[in-house]
Nanobody, 122 residues
Framework: QVQLVESGGGLVQPGGSLRLSCAAS????????MGWYRQAPGKQRELVAS???????NYDDSVKGRFTISRDNAKNTVYLQMYSLKPEDTAVYYC????????????????WGQGTQVTVSS
């Protein structure tokens, strides 16, 4: 069973940047698309960005133009580069199989990792 470990979060001021990493313990090439989710206190988990194994991407409107998802298949790692961070980006960020276009990721879900906390505050 592949395990997912998220890292790179931290405390940053509004307008700042962070780069998150999602390291998988084994190959994730068999999963059509991976993505980043976030969950803020009192809110449901939401998908903010997804990327196929070949590099196709999609973003939620809330982060479009500010976040960039990428991956290194040789390292079994997915990244999320975040710019122009806003307080509303504050959440715990997780990675997992993710929806993109007509792909249903539920069949490929892995156990959730612990996530990485992103806090955007003055």
């Amino acid at each position: 069973q592949v395990q997912l470990v998220e890292s790179g979060g931290g405390l940053v001021q509004p307008g700042g940047s962070l780069r998150l990493s999602c390291a998988a313990s084994g190959s994730i090439l068999n999963i059509y698309a991976m993505g980043w989710y976030r969950q803020a206190p009192g809110k449901q988990r939401e998908l903010v960005a997804s990327i196929t194994s070949r590099g196709g991407t999609n973003y939620d409107d809330s982060v479009k133009g500010r976040f960039t998802i990428s991956r290194d298949n040789a390292k079994n790692t997915v990244y999320l580069q975040m710019y122009s961070l806003k307080p509303e980006d504050t959440a715990v960020y997780y990675c997992n199989a993710a929806k993109i276009w007509d792909y249903d990721p539920r069949r490929d879900f892995l156990p959730w990792g612990q996530g990485t906390q992103v806090t955007v505050s003055s």
